[in-house]
């Protein structure tokens, strides 16, 4: 009998998957962007992380993947901030 997966388990795996499918559309595209994938992978986690969320109580697994999802939020405004940059620069 197949023992039940935790949900944090099960988030791992559906971020390897998320971030296999991303590569694997970057790679048929032909053109490698680190933002973009940046961006992609931060879309994928926020929508597992929100999948996965309780309302009433709160695993530790998910304070430290928020924690990284404002890192992430963090990052994302600095590569808005650099392309408005560079429109407004041209």
Do not use: H, T, Y
């Given at each position: 009998m197949i023992p039940a997966m935790r949900k944090s388990q099960l988030?791992?795996?559906?971020?390897?998957?998320?971030?296999?499918?991303?590569?694997?559309?970057?790679?048929?595209?032909?053109?490698?962007?680190?933002?973009?994938?940046?961006?992609?992978w931060l879309i994928g986690i926020l929508v597992i992380v929100e999948l996965i969320d309780t309302r009433f109580s709160q695993a530790r697994y998910l304070q430290y993947m928020k924690y990284l999802i404002a890192i992430g939020i963090v990052i994302f405004g600095g590569i808005?901030?650099?392309?408005?940059?560079e429109i407004l620069n041209r």
């Open positions: 988030a791992v795996i559906a971020l390897v998957v998320w971030l296999c499918i991303i590569i694997a559309f970057i790679i048929l595209s032909g053109r490698v962007d680190l933002e973009i994938f940046f961006v992609l808005v901030a650099q392309k408005v940059l």
